[in-house]
Structures are given as structure tokens and as C-alpha cells.
């Protein structure tokens, strides 16, 4: 069943290999690199500093920084004291920051010295009362942290750790209202890695090195790179999503798989270096968080030559649905439009309003049922059970499952536009936008109109290039997709409002359209 049979919780899998390759490198990041054997030695450390501070097994510690070998040695420590991990988004604002932080009540925060300002700032707004532990940045030395750990043992507490205890607490981008902590736990770990293993999709190498591109405080970057570990892969570390950087790590450290969103294989691809990078070493690269044009799909196909995968997913489910390498088709761009089949252990069902299962090729709200779930968010019972009904979680998603097999995702539920009786999906009016040449993004919304109840309006980020209208851009949708489906507004903008990890900000584009001057 699963790989390691020895790896009963997260904590183990440091435990497993520091006994069996104990000298195999865990991390680099730039010069500096952990063997597992020293990872497992230093997390003991800060397991038992952890505790010696007086945090009891179940309590949440906090974590601001970019990606780094300190980010896993905190991580692992967290969970060798019997403790779940928040990672804090660190490009919140200082209140933004205070008000997770008052729901986390985490009594540690491992804060990395780039931000030391912005916890300062956070913590005079907090109710709550934290100790602040300052590390390097994630370029440097482990500076306080390695005084604060300076009398700690480096034996293992070992400690129970049952399967229900919560391993990670991931706070939503808050791009709708306040922002909820999704409680991950242990065995849903474990459950996914179970998935995992029975599962076609692609397999491990013993010498693959995966790059850990996205940011450590949402499942697509942290849950991608304990996958790695738990397979003994290496983990090479960017500390935040830049294309130059990414390039340079790539042509380092020689990653085999990387996962990236399709805002920055997009970034990437645009990038004066992408035509003379080799990225002959990249055996597979993972993508989700958004949906992705096939036209940059192709391009990206075509540029890196190897394997991809797309899974789609939630903080709160885990994978969902896999489109497999086998199932990438350059000669059929309708398939590459699928988010896949549902791994081992994953059930789905697509319902409608009445919550009553449609047939195949009809739109509805896609359902989950997995033991990957999560087990609810923090202090909020009645949100948690507004999603999670009988044992399924509610996506919120819009999809259909075709006469192929395959699911197909079409809109979030809430993004679905009303126009003159019609339903819309906007991401059907974005992919038509984004194969015109002179589109970088596009995102469309629905906003309140007296005759069509929603009308269509669309904001585009034009390539540098670009010297297309307003109009050409209504024109080309139109020669694409229905009339009634394409915009009845557009707007150039210069950048798009985007959360971290790449999705753009609908609700901020909600805000500002009725102020958004007449093109």
C-alpha cells in the first residue's frame, strides 16, 4: 500500500530517510544545502525548543518567509512538538497579517528578518500576545534562530502524533471576505500519498530533483514539496516566483520536475532568456491553480519538450483530478481543455441547484468525497459546514464530466454570468481573448446592468506590443464565441490585481468597474 509503511505521520518522513540515506541532500537553496540526516537532527532541535518554550502538542505555530531550508527545518520541528505549521502570506499588509494571526493564536512565529517590520507592525494590532523568533533571510545564515536553539537537544521527542492531528493550517488568499484556515491533517496527508502510489499518473526517479517555485503558505508549494521529500527526491529552492531567477536555478540545479501556475509558465515563456534555456532536464512539470489557455499550453509543450500534468484541487481537498502525460494531445486541443479523471480514493458527482446529480455533459457544481479532505476551518463551524454536507465538499466549482471520461472545468459557480437569460462562463469569453495575439490576460466579470441583469465586461492586459482597441478586441471574441457572450465593455489596464499565487483578484475588479472609465 503505501511507499513507506514506517511513515505513520509527516514528522516520520525526515526519520525515515535520515536511517536510510542519511547522507543524501535533502535541500539547496544557492550554495547552502541540508542532508536529510541533517534536517532530521536539526528539526529534533527545534522540536525541543519548541517545547521547552512551553507550547503544548496541538498548537499552531506561526511562520513568515519566503521559501527556504529554514522554512522545512521549522516545519519539520512544528510537527516533531506535536504541532500543526501556519504559514503566513507575506505579502499581506500588517492588518491584513493581525487578523490571522488573531485567529491562528499561534504562541511562536518564525519570522525570516526581511519581514521583521512587517510582523512588528502586525503585532500592535494583534489581540494576540506571540513570541517572535527572527531568522535570516532566505539567502543567509539561520542567524537568531540558531541562538535561540543553542541549548535545545538534538534527540527526538518523539512524541504521538495521531492521525488527526492538524499537520498544516493554510490560511485562503482572502480575495473574498475574511480570510479561513483550512485545517490539514495528518492522515490526509498520508491518504493522498496513498492516492499517490496507487495511482498511473507518473512515478518517481531516484534521482529526481523537484523545484519548489511556488510560495510556501498555499498547498500547490508547500504540499507539492513534501511529496517530493516522502519519494527522497531533492528539493530545490527558489524563494519566490522570478523569471530570471527561475532560469537560473534551472540551469543550477537541474530540477527534473517543478510545478508551476500558468501565470508564471506564461512569465517564464515571455522571458528574454526562456529561447536559449535549456530545460533539458525537466522530465515533468506540474500545473493548477488556474485554468490555462491551450495555447500556452502548446507553447509550453513545445518549448520545454517534456511531460505535464495538470491537477486541480483545493487547500481543502487536495487533488481532485489528474490530466495525466498520456493524456496531453497536441492534435486534440478539446482534451487539453480537461482537468482529468479523480485519482484512487477520490470520489466526484456533478449536481445542480437541488443538489440532485446530473447526467454526463450537463453543468453543475462539482462535489468531492476523499480521506485527503481537510478536517474544517479554524473557528469557523458554520462556514465549514456550509461546504462540507454529508461527508462531500462543496468546490464551489463549475464542471461536467464528457462522454470521454474526462471532467471538464468551466467557471467558478459564483463567476457564472446571468446576461439576458443566458448563462455565461467567463472563463469561456478569457480563452477567447487570450488567443488574440495582443492579449498578455484577460479576466471577465459579470456586473449589474438595468436591461441585461449582468452585462459582460472584460479587463485585458495588452502585450508591450499591442495596438489593439478596445473594439478589435470585442471583434475578435465575437468571431469566436456568441455574440451575447462576448463583452459588452473592455478595459486595458496595466496589470491585473493578483493573488499569490497567480489567480487574479475577480472581487477587486468587481470593486473598481463601476468607477472604470468609458473606453
Excluded at 534536517?39 to 527556504?68: E, H, M, T
Excluded at 471538464?408 to 488574440?436: F, P, W
Excluded at 438595468?450 to 475578435?476: C, F, M, N, Q
Amino acid at each position: 500500500m503505501w511507499l513507506h509503511t514506517d511513515i505513520k505521520s509527516l514528522a516520520d518522513i525526515s526519520r525515515h530517510y535520515a536511517r536510510q540515506r542519511g547522507e543524501k541532500v535533502a535541500l539547496v537553496a544557492g550554495t547552502e544545502k541540508r542532508t536529510f540526516g541533517e534536517l532530521d537532527c536539526i528539526s529534533n532541535r527545534v522540536a525541543n525548543a519548541i517545547i521547552a518554550a512551553g507550547v503544548s502538542p496541538g498548537g499552531n505555530i506561526g511562520f513568515v518567509g519566503k521559501n527556504s531550508i529554514a522554512y522545512f527545518e521549522v516545519l519539520f520541528g512544528a510537527w516533531k512538538a506535536g504541532c500543526a505549521l501556519a504559514p503566513f502570506n507575506w505579502r499581506l499588509a500588517a492588518a491584513e497579517l493581525a487578523q490571522v494571526i488573531d485567529d491562528a493564536q499561534p504562541p511562536l512565529i518564525f519570522v525570516d528578518g526581511e519581514f521583521r517590520q512587517l510582523v512588528a507592525d502586525a503585532q500592535k494590532l494583534c489581540a494576540w500576545t506571540f513570541t517572535a523568533v527572527e531568522f535570516g533571510t532566505a539567502s543567509g545564515a539561520n542567524g537568531q534562530l540558531d541562538v535561540w536553539l543553542s541549548g535545545a537537544s538534538d534527540s527526538d521527542p518523539a512524541l504521538p502524533i495521531p492521525p488527526e492531528t492538524c499537520a498544516v493550517l493554510l490560511y485562503t488568499s482572502g480575495t473574498t471576505g475574511r480570510p479561513k484556515g483550512a485545517q490539514l491533517s495528518h492522515g490526509a496527508f498520508n491518504y493522498m500519498r496513498l492516492s499517490e502510489h496507487f495511482d498511473d499518473g507518473f512515478s518517481w526517479a531516484d534521482d529526481d530533483i523537484m523545484m519548489l517555485v511556488m510560495p510556501n503558505f498555499h498547498l500547490v508549494g508547500m504540499g507539492l514539496a513534501i511529496q517530493g521529500l516522502y519519494n527522497g527526491a531533492m528539493i530545490s529552492i527558489l524563494p519566490a516566483m522570478e523569471a530570471d531567477k527561475l532560469i537560473d536555478v534551472i540551469e543550477r540545479d537541474r530540477p527534473t520536475i517543478c510545478c508551476l501556475v500558468p501565470t508564471a509558465i506564461q512569465i517564464l515563456l515571455s522571458h528574454p532568456r526562456a529561447t536559449s534555456t535549456d530545460f533539458s532536464s525537466l522530465r515533468l512539470v506540474m500545473y493548477a491553480g488556474s485554468p490555462i489557455e491551450s495555447t500556452l499550453l502548446k507553447r509550453a509543450m513545445q518549448a520545454m519538450k517534456c511531460g505535464f500534468m495538470q491537477f486541480y484541487g483545493a487547500t481543502e481537498t487536495w487533488t481532485l483530478t489528474l490530466l495525466r502525460p498520456q493524456q496531453h494531445d497536441l492534435e486534440n486541443e478539446s482534451k487539453l481543455k480537461a482537468c482529468g479523471t479523480p485519482p484512487p480514493l477520490v470520489e466526484l458527482k456533478i449536481v445542480d441547484s437541488n443538489n440532485r446529480e446530473v447526467p454526463d455533459g450537463e453543468v453543475g457544481e462539482i462535489l468531492a468525497r476523499s480521506p485527503t479532505l481537510f478536517s474544517g476551518y479554524l473557528n469557523q463551524p458554520e462556514i465549514t459546514a456550509s461546504v462540507l454536507q454529508n461527508g462531500w465538499y462543496r468546490s464551489g466549482d463549475a464542471g461536467y464530466k464528457g462522454d470521454d471520461g474526462l471532467y471538464y472545468l468551466v467557471d467558478r459557480v459564483k463567476d457564472m454570468i446571468v446576461t439576458g437569460g443566458e448563462n455565461v462562463y467567463s472563463v469561456e469569453v478569457e480563452q477567447a481573448l487570450l488567443k488574440h495575439p495582443a492579449v498578455a490576460q484577460a479576466a471577465v466579470i459579470g456586473v449589474p446592468d438595468e436591461r441585461w441583469g449582468e452585462k459582460i465586461v472584460a479587463y485585458v492586459v495588452p502585450t508591450a506590443t499591442s495596438s489593439a482597441t478596445p473594439d478589435d478586441l470585442i471583434a475578435h471574441c465575437r468571431s469566436l464565441i456568441a455574440a451575447y457572450k462576448s463583452p459588452k465593455a473592455l478595459y486595458c489596464v496595466d496589470n491585473m490585481p493578483m493573488t499569490s499565487t497567480g489567480k487574479i483578484m475577480k472581487r477587486a475588479l468587481r470593486d473598481m468597474s463601476p468607477r472604470a472609465p468609458t473606453p
